[in-house]
């Protein structure tokens, strides 16, 4: 059974940075790429970052350059480094694994609030 767990969500002032972790169980993501969303409230789901197996990276163009994804394949975590956050990251965070199925987390709450 493949579980996926996002965590380091939380209320951050503008400016200010978050690290998210997405912790795979069941399978390893050494084999995979994955990828971070988000849904911000009355709106779709949509891409933020994305990993493959290489370690090559594409970003959301409202992200790039504030946002780093990453992998630690020994502890089977990918990470989001997020920097220079604002209001408009306000959402909630994905993790997305494609292998027969599409998995996904629970979810991580971000909010960006002075």
């Known amino acids: 059974q493949v579980q996926l767990v996002e965590s380091g969500g939380g209320l951050v002032q503008p400016g200010g940075s978050l690290r998210l972790s997405c912790a795979a169980s069941g399978t390893s993501f050494s084999g995979y790429s994955v990828g971070w969303y988000r849904q911000a409230p009355g709106k779709q789901r949509e891409l933020v970052a994305r990993?493959?197996?290489?370690?090559?990276?594409n970003y959301a163009d409202s992200v790039k350059g504030r946002f780093i994804i990453s992998r630690d394949n020994a502890k089977n975590t990918v990470y989001l480094q997020m920097n220079s956050l604002k209001p408009e990251d306000t959402a909630v965070y994905y993790c997305?694994?494609?292998?027969?199925?599409?998995?996904w987390g629970q979810g991580t709450q971000v909010t960006v609030s002075s």
């Open positions: 997305r694994l494609v292998i027969d199925y599409i998995y």
């Open positions: 990993i493959t197996i290489g370690g090559s990276t």
